[in-house]
Each structure stands twice: as structure tokens, then as C-alpha cells.
């Protein structure tokens, strides 16, 4: 086992540094100037902000600067906020990103889970039907539609919730809908399948022949089994979720880090850029890796396939 897992993280770090170098090189090709109030400066003053921020030498002397800081922790400062430290401005807005995707992944998790279950012990019925019609709605609509078509009705048509900003739980519900659709329709698709495929077994029928009551032989030995192959899909759920959260937290205004990097874009703060970037590849590396440990501990098979254990 600690074979299998010492293989992993050092592929995890490779992912990684590839992940930082093509981004740091695609953020080089954006167009603009990382000073968005350039019109009002002199020249000689832009000459200095460039030979401040290092802009003046050459792209891999500055890619080799950028790595050589990372190694250490130190992701730089911000073009756009007076040379404020990007590790400081991601610590101050991660705490909405975490709330919201923690609530949308819990929310979504236990929505999907209720609707397979309910959509197989009920196959080929309207309840099958119609849960099947939410799974595809929610994996077609893309999120930020349904975030625009939430505020219309729920926020300026009928005042039910509030239309944007993060001042309370009830401003939490509306983006938690939107990010959590995806998870929902995902886990209610994946599940109603594998419930079907485990109500088929041999042994399902066994421990009706046993005795056991329907509602036993569904919590003991058919959720149980529907649900293990479920962790293989929660690490690009959890991507999909931060993903959503981007575009999600500059709909509704809200202050978390999806906000700050769609500004930073636009803005050309290439160290806020690279920050956040990497900030959460290495979620996504974390989740990934524990989904992989969790898998290979379920199924030795796993851990086998990639050399002796």
C-alpha cells in the first residue's frame, strides 16, 4: 500500500508542475497590459512598474523567477492591489468558496443519492421517469443559465430569495441550487444504474428467499453495494463543482476566490492568475489522490495492477 500511494504523489507533483508551467506560459499570451489604469501613467513611470515586477526580462527568465519563488510558497504579489501578497488575498477569500462548494457537494450528494434510489426501486414508473428527465436537465442546462433563470423568478419575480450578494444563509441558496445541479443529476443517473444492476444479483435474490423484508434487503445489501463505485466519480464531481463556483460567485456577487479570478482575468494580474490557478489544481491533485487511496482500499485489485503491493 505505501508502494501504490508513494507512486501516486509523485505523479501528483509532476501533474502539478506541468499544470503551473502551461499556465504560466498561456497566461504570457493573454492580451492587454497588467496595469488596467496605464492610460494615466507616464512612460517612465510603466518602465518602473515592469522593472518593479520584473515584466522587462525575457519570458523564461521570468518562468525560471516564478518556480524558483514556488518551491518556497511564494506565489508573489498583486499588479492590480497596491503589491498585497496573492497567498494573503487567498487566504481572506477562500472562506465563501469553501462554504458554498462544501454545502453545494453535500446538498447535491444527498439529493442524487435519494433520487437513484428512488428512481430504480420504482424502474420503468412516472417516479423513474420523471426522476431520469431532472438527471438530463441538470447535466444539459449549463449552471450559469440556471443561476439567471433562479434570479428572474425566485429573486425579482416572486421576492423570494434574495437576487445576489453574500450576507446570510438565505444568500447562499440560490448558488448552492445552481452549483449543485450538476452533482444531483450526476449521482442520480450513477446510482439508479447500479441499484439496478445490484437488485439483478443472485444474492439479492437469495436474501429474499431468506426472509429478509424488501426495505432490509434495500439498506443492508443493495444501497450498501450501489453505492461503493460512487467514489470513483466524487473526484471530477468535486472538479465540477469548483468549476461551477467561477462562474457561479461572479453572478451572484460573491466574495470567494472565483469572483477574484474572473476579475484578475480581465484585469491581467497574471500573479492572482497563477495563484488561484494553482490553488486549486492542488485540490483537485488532493481530492484525486484521496479518491485513489479510498478506490485502492476498496479493491486491492487496484493497487496490484500498478506493481507489487
Known sequence: MGRYIGGRVLSMIITFLIIASLTFFLMKLLPGTPFNNQEKLTDTQIVQLNEKYGLNDPVPVQYFNYMKNLLVGDLGVSFQQDGREVSTIITERIGPSAYLGLQSLVVGTIVGLFLGIIA??????????????????GISIPNFVIAGLMQYWLGVKWQLLPVAYWEGFAYTIMPTIAIASIVVATIARFMRTEMLEVLGQDYITTAKAKGLSSTAVVIRHTIRNASIPIITIMGPLVVSLMTGTLVIEQIFVIPGLGEKFVNSILT???????????FFSILFIVVILLVDIMYGIVDPRIRLAGGKD
Do not use: E, K, Q, W
Not at 491581467?268 to 494553482?278: S, V
Open 120 to 137: 430504480a426501486l420504482r424502474h420503468n414508473s412516472f417516479l423513474d421517469y420523471g426522476t431520469m428527465v431532472i438527471a438530463v436537465l
Open 268 to 278: 491581467n494580474d497574471f500573479p492572482i492568475i497563477m495563484g488561484t490557478t494553482l
